[in-house]
């Protein structure tokens, strides 16, 4: 379960002849393993999006297209009751399935007063598991107001990520999106930018109030940005286009400037 651990200290001739494992992806293309932020409105609904692509993972069924391989998913969902959690189950789960890979739990102890220690039980309760979800992040933070709001955010999210790190599995803190807008997409993350900081991987959704469509666009360390257009459909969102940041750029020029373009190539 634990990654292989490259020595402190290594010379880049060794590390040039150092075989290193190729990245665990968690869903292909989207959610390797390390530390993850899915963040979006309030409302919006992460939560069901989030508890879908658990039970997918869960059970090894496709997401967007991406083959997934069944694995162990625990899932925090510290701000439903499990009476909550059963209904929205009956909406996604059919009759015959039994996804017993998913762990649900609706209590937990904060970053630094427990938390840690129970992750670690789960793993190795569960050594197959390969996804925690903690649905939300503020839910676990113990409000210390000691220090600056950047120390404190790089603190508490780099202790969950040490934790994903060592044992190769994917954390994904669901977190909320301030109600001010930004020209910098990710400046509207809740919190300072520590957060996205200490984040291997960030989930960025928006959507307007009442729609059945969405964007999500997703950045991180080991992939190219990508923009999901994805649309909600009985309570499951499916995947309707997705762009690369080239094809997200190409789009964001307007059509007279190709225009123009044109005519001056065509005048030399």
């Not at 651990?5 to 001739?13: D, F, S, V, Y």
């Not at 496709?62 to 510290?78: A, C, D, K, N």
């Not at 940041?245 to 190409?250: I, V």
């Amino acid at each position: 379960m634990t990654t292989t651990r490259l020595p402190k200290t290594i010379t880049a001739g060794a590390l040039l002849a150092t075989p290193i494992p190729p990245v665990k992806w968690i869903i292909p293309g989207l959610l390797p393993a390390g530390l993850a932020i899915f963040a979006g409105p309030s409302k919006a609904g992460k939560s069901w999006l989030t508890l879908w692509l658990c039970l997918q993972i869960s059970q090894g069924k496709s997401v967007w297209g991406r083959e997934i391989e069944p694995r162990t998913v625990l899932y925090f969902s510290l701000e439903d009751t499990l009476g909550r959690l059963q209904e929205r189950l009956y909406q996604l789960v059919d009759a015959e399935e039994d996804p017993e890979r998913l762990i649900l739990q609706t209590e937990s102890h904060g970053i630094g007063q427990g938390l840690e220690e129970q992750i670690v039980s789960f793993i190795h309760t569960y050594p197959d598991i390969s996804l925690i979800v903690i649905d939300t992040l503020q839910k676990v933070r113990k409000g210390d107001q000691n220090g600056s709001m950047y120390a404190n955010d790089y603190r508490d999210i780099g202790a969950l990520k040490e934790l994903a790190d060592k044992y190769g599995i994917c954390i994904l803190l669901v977190h909320h999106l301030r109600k001010q807008s930004s020209s910098d997409p990710y400046d509207q993350i809740s919190g300072s930018t520590g957060i996205m900081g200490v984040a291997d991987t960030t989930w960025l959704m928006h959507r307007q109030r009442m729609s059945k469509t969405a964007t999500i666009r997703v950045i991180g360390r080991d992939m190219d940005e990508k923009m999901l257009h994805i649309r909600e459909e009985n309570c499951v969102w499916t995947l309707d286009e997705e762009e690369t940041a080239e094809q997200q750029a190409l789009k964001a020029i307007p059509d007279y400037l190709w225009k123009v373009a044109d005519y001056i190539d065509s005048v030399g």
